[in-house]
């Protein structure tokens, strides 16, 4: 059962990630550190709860906090390539450590983190960035929308590692949405079609 709910802690956890990258991580490895709902010490991945770890995702923070502050300036965003490697590297490596810590097959929790964050990409990114490009004009609004986003990351994580079978709600909430993403893209792309003959 340990092993079940570390599984579906390490989904919960991608698809907080997914969304965000930024304040999620840092909080779930300072959780970690407490011993709050979630502990690597003993795992291969303890680092992430070490002072070293927690350093370089507070810097990773700061960067995506001031980016979102620098857009509120007018501008450029970073390339969201950029964020979707980092979301990456976090979910394999938080998934790995989840798992870890009750089984030796650490890898499944990386491989569930590494899909879950894509899930979780696909299904919101193209959301946030149309609400983004229809904010340009908006400072305010725009700055709104990217913390209302990192506060978002950061309560599914919260929720991920202290109750983990809520990821089995996110993930159906996060497949409702790509898959209603996918309908509305479709239908857009067909009207394209009929407007230019």
């Known amino acids: 059962m340990d092993t079940t709910y570390d599984i579906l802690q390490a989904l919960g956890l991608g698809l ?6 930024v304040l999620a991580p840092l909080v779930v490895a300072i959780c970690a550190a407490a011993n709050f ?5 003993g795992t291969k991945f303890d680092f992430l709860e070490g002072a070293p770890g927690l350093i370089v995702l507070a810097v990773v923070a700061v960067a995506g906090l001031v980016e979102a502050f620098r857009q ?3 501008k450029a965003a970073l390339d969201g390539r950029l964020w979707l490697v980092v979301a990456l590297v976090f979910g394999i490596l938080f ?3 989840s798992v870890n ?3 030796d097959s650490w890898y499944v929790g990386g491989i569930v983190g590494a899909i879950a964050v894509l899930l979780g990409w696909a299904a919101t990114s193209p959301l946030v960035t149309g609400a983004r490009k229809r904010l340009e004009s ?3 609004a725009s700055l709104i929308l990217a913390l209302g986003v990192e506060l978002a990351a950061v309560v599914t994580s919260l929720l991920s590692i202290v109750f983990p079978p809520l990821a089995v709600v996110a993930a159906l909430a996060v497949l409702v949405l790509l898959v209603r993403g996918r309908r509305t893209g479709g239908q857009t792309y067909a009207g394209l079609r009929t407007l230019s003959k």
């Open 16 to 21: 907080a990630f997914g969304l965000r990258p």
């Open 37 to 41: 709902a979630i502990d690597f010490t």
């Open 72 to 74: 509120y300036g007018g």
């Open 95 to 97: 998934g790995s450590g």
């Open 101 to 103: 810590e009750h089984s």
């Open 138 to 140: 908006e400072a305010e």
